[in-house]
């Protein structure tokens, strides 16, 4: 059985410092989502991710995948304060289903 | 492009009735729809994979006679959850696979959340 787990669960970080968020997976796969969630709202995708070694950047987040550790990480550079929110990472089970990590609590202190 | 909708967005209902969720590709066909659910502060539980045309599967511990779906046609999927009870409130995300896409990808529905009193 897949399981993703992210860590950490809750993050408080003060602006303008950089930080990493980890998310672990426990069976073979080659796509590995993220996605941002506002409270009291759905999934905003953030990156896809198909291949080992793949890294895609858009504005001060970064994310990478390493299959064969079964690692993927998000990076956040000079946090700012419109960062918080709660992300999750999501890889693909087979058949497409998704199985989410617990999630990362991010709330960046001004 | 790529758009999910759900409807509706949020709804209350008294214990012992059911509801019916819709969630719908606007721009795109999908033969495969998800429907998850999501607590406060938890993560998204896959609940179902909907197929059109065949009857959907459920993941373990999900009660298929209580969360009813209906993908009837490359557009709608439907979730209707039937005696519903308080417990079962919670917030209810669809997604859908775009077939004429790369067809890996989810595209994520605003969800519905349901109260039940």
């Known amino acids: 059985e897949l399981k993703v787990e992210q860590n950490p669960l809750f993050l408080s970080m003060q602006e303008g410092k950089n930080y990493t968020i980890y998310c672990n997976y426990s069976?073979?796969?080659?796509?590995l989502y993220w996605y941002r969630q506002d409270p009291g709202k759905s999934l905003e995708s953030l990156f896809v991710?198909?291949?080992?070694?793949a890294v895609k950047q858009e504005g001060r987040l970064m994310a990478s995948l390493d299959t064969k550790a079964r690692l993927s990480t998000l990076h956040i550079t000079a946090a700012v304060h419109d960062l918080s929110a709660t992300y999750f990472c999501?890889?693909?089970?087979?058949?497409?289903?998704?199985?989410f990590g617990t999630g990362t609590r991010l709330k960046v202190l001004a | 492009g790529a758009v999910v909708s759900q409807h509706p967005s949020w709804v209350i209902c008294k214990s012992g009735t059911s509801v019916k969720i819709e969630c719908r590709s606007l721009?795109?066909?999908?033969?495969?729809m998800f429907w998850y659910r999501q607590f406060p502060k938890q993560s998204l539980m896959l609940m179902a994979t909907?197929?059109?045309?065949?009857?959907?599967?459920?993941e373990q511990g999900v009660e298929k006679d209580k969360f009813l779906i209906n993908h009837a046609s490359l557009t709608l999927s439907t979730l209707t959850v039937t005696s519903a009870h308080p417990e079962d409130s919670s917030f209810y995300i669809c997604?859908?696979?775009?077939?004429?896409?790369?067809?890996?990808?989810?595209?994520f529905g605003p969800g519905t959340r349901l109260t039940v009193t």
């Open positions: 997604s859908a696979r775009d077939v004429g896409g790369a067809g890996y990808e989810q595209y």
């Open positions: 069976t073979t796969s080659d796509r």
């Open positions: 991710l198909l291949s080992n070694g």
């Open positions: 999501a890889v693909d089970g087979g058949t497409y289903k998704y199985i």
């Open positions: 721009d795109f066909q999908a033969t495969t």
């Open positions: 909907s197929n059109e045309g065949s009857k959907a599967t459920y």
